[in-house]
């Protein structure tokens, strides 16, 4: 890494600075959170001579994906770099995980160090809805019936239903569980972890571009102050999360036209989760808003953290401010009501928008997009951390294969980007179909011949298959429903993704 002037800098965490204390660190305890040691000091003197590369890999972003690329890399002794701009641990949104993030934990030596941070164990998943207020006006007598014939208590009034992990097994995952996290917490033990493995962690630097030098080994640039660092590269992975820095600058990024989804989330205290065996598992509360939801994760014995999910549209029409728009929300519904009403909020509200888009390539010449950097789709199934570690667990194999043949050309990553694509297509066209099932939606989980399909995609195994199969049935039920207006669901469904599934109803079902 070198200066403007073209001296090298001795490399030295955090962002080079003489190491001083951090702002949390050091068993620093805030709201019974166990805060373990900073990241201690990391230097180097890089060699003078300007025509060599400083790593074979430079990573963009030390949150899960870049982290765990970092620790994929270093395992496989190539050398690389994670250029974190924060210094951990700092807050995050994403705190609720899936069972297919297990597989990357396993791989990297990293479940025992999940196992000894006593994360909450997230056996499964909870949907409910209003035993009062029907969504939409709905009747739910007439939809029981249609809803599952042969068994016309599927749906409750109640419209309660869960799911655990456990009900199918999955391959190499040999835990019925998964977890829920302090996200400062995780991202540090992630970002520690790949340094223990032989990663190069700097923390506190900004990265503004890439300068891809006519195909020759690109320079990341950042800055340090007013001074302007490089560190010179084979090739570059963007980790940059939302922050989309290689998209941006490359301008690949496509905002999503459906999705315009808004967020506004806290911590409580004490908030009441409602006990018994189901007690630690995600819950998603349906408001009777239009497509709004309300996410419940435990984050320790005391802290529940609570987001509510709607459309951009729902907040600025409502012209209120944040605050008030989300208590509002959360008064929709009066059994959840009264139960944030004995908790207490501790920490500030956290808005997050515009979140959805895609890009038009994840990879390119000596360049490939990970995690957020490469797409966001919306987070009600908990599938972002599990993108982004996944991303990084293909994206590692090809750069491994690439750099060994000395090929660092887009098309030496063509694995990874297909896998990834087909992924998150899957999880972009199973989130559409339950944008637009709403409450619906709990008829597939509640059905025998959907059940165990559902779950596959809730345990986060969507690499594999083109199209699975439960999608096309689900899309082609959700047609035939738009089409007849007399179907009693037909008034009980979700205008976000409207029309999207037009002309589902006589596609083959795979
Ligand atoms: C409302 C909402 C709810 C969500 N809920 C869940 C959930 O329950 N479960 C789940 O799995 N996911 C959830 N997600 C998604 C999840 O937050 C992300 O998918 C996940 O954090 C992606 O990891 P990442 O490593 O790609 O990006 P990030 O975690 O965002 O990490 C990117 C890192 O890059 C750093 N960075 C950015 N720019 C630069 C720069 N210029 N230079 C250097 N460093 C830089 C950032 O500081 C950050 O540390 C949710 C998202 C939203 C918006």
């Known amino acids: ?32 959170l166990f805060y373990p040691p900073a990241l201690p000091p990391q230097s180097r003197v890089i ?65 025992r160090v999940m196992e000894a941070h006593h994360f909450p164990k997230k056996y499964g998943a909870t949907w409910t809805a209003s035993p009062t207020v029907r969504p939409y006006s709905m009747d739910w007598k007439g939809v029981d019936g249609d809803c599952a014939p042969s068994d016309p208590s599927a749906i409750t009034a109640e419209s309660r239903a869960d799911i655990r992990f456990e009900e199918r097994a999955q391959p190499g995952v040999d835990q019925p569980y998964t977890y829920h996290v302090d996200r400062g917490l995780f991202d540090l033990a992630l970002l520690q972890h790949a340094r223990d493995l032989g990663a190069h962690v700097v923390e506190g630097l900004d990265v503004k571009h890439v300068d891809f030098r006519d195909g020759q080994d690109p320079d990341i640039v ?18 940059s999360g939302r922050k989309t820095l290689l998209g941006n600058q ?46 419940q994760i435990p984050i320790n014995d005391r802290i529940t953290s609570i987001g509510v999910v709607t459309q ?4 600025l029409g409502s012209k209120e401010s944040r605050e008030k728009f989300f208590w509002d929300c959360l008064k929709k519904r009066e059994d959840l009501w009264a139960r944030v009403e004995k908790a207490r909020a501790v920490r500030p509200l956290k808005e997050e928008a515009d979140y959805s888009y895609a890009m038009t390539q994840f990879t390119g010449d000596r360049f490939l997009l990970l995690g957020d950097a490469a797409r966001f789709v919306d987070p009600i199934f908990s599938t972002g951390v599990s993108i ?53 939606f709990t008829y597939f989980v509640q059905n025998p011949a959907y059940r165990l399909d559902v779950l596959k995609l809730l345990q986060g195994d969507v690499y594999e298959e083109e199209a699975p199969p439960v999608l096309s049935l689900m899309q082609k039920k959700v047609a035939e429903v738009e089409q007849n207006p007399n179907h009693v669901w037909h008034r009980v ?10 002309n589902a109803a006589g596609a083959n079902v795979r």
């Not at 950042?222 to 980790?239: C, H, P, S, Y």
């Not at 469904?493 to 037009?502: E, I, K, Q, V």
């Open 222 to 239: 950042a800055k340090l102050g007013n001074k302007e660092i490089r560190t010179r590269v084979r090739l570059v992975a963007d980790a």
């Open 47 to 111: 060699s003078q001579d300007m025509s060599q590369v400083d790593f074979d890999v430079g990573i963009i972003g030390g949150g899960p994906a870049g982290a765990a690329m970092g620790a994929y890399l270093a395992k496989a002794g190539v050398s690389c770099v994670v250029l974190e701009r924060d210094i951990f641990p700092r807050p995050h949104v994403g705190e609720s995980f899936v069972p297919s993030s297990t597989r990357i934990f396993k791989e990297l030596d990293f479940l």
């Open 493 to 502: 469904l979700g205008d976000l993704t409207a029309n999207t599934f037009r």
């Open 388 to 440: 982004a570690l996944n991303s990084a667990r293909f994206a590692s194999r090809d750069v491994i294969g690439a750099l060994a043949a000395g090929s660092l050309e887009r098309q030496s990553f063509s694995t990874f980007e297909n896998t990834m694509r087909r992924g998150v297509k899957n999880w972009y066209d199973f989130i559409t179909v339950y944008y637009r099932l709403n409450v619906l």
């Open 312 to 315: 951009k549209k729902n907040f």
């Open 250 to 295: 490359l301008k690949l990024k496509v905002s999503d036209p459906v999705f315009d989804q808004y967020a506004l989330h806290t911590w409580f205290e004490d908030f009441d989760r409602g006990g018994g065996t189901t007690e630690s598992n995600i819950h998603i509360h349906f408001l009777p808003i239009t497509n709004t939801w309300v996410w």
């Open 1 to 32: 890494m070198r200066d403007s002037s073209g001296r090298s800098l001795a490399r030295c965490h955090p962002g080079f600075a003489p190491c001083e204390p951090r702002a949390h660190g050091d068993g620093v305890h805030e709201l019974g």
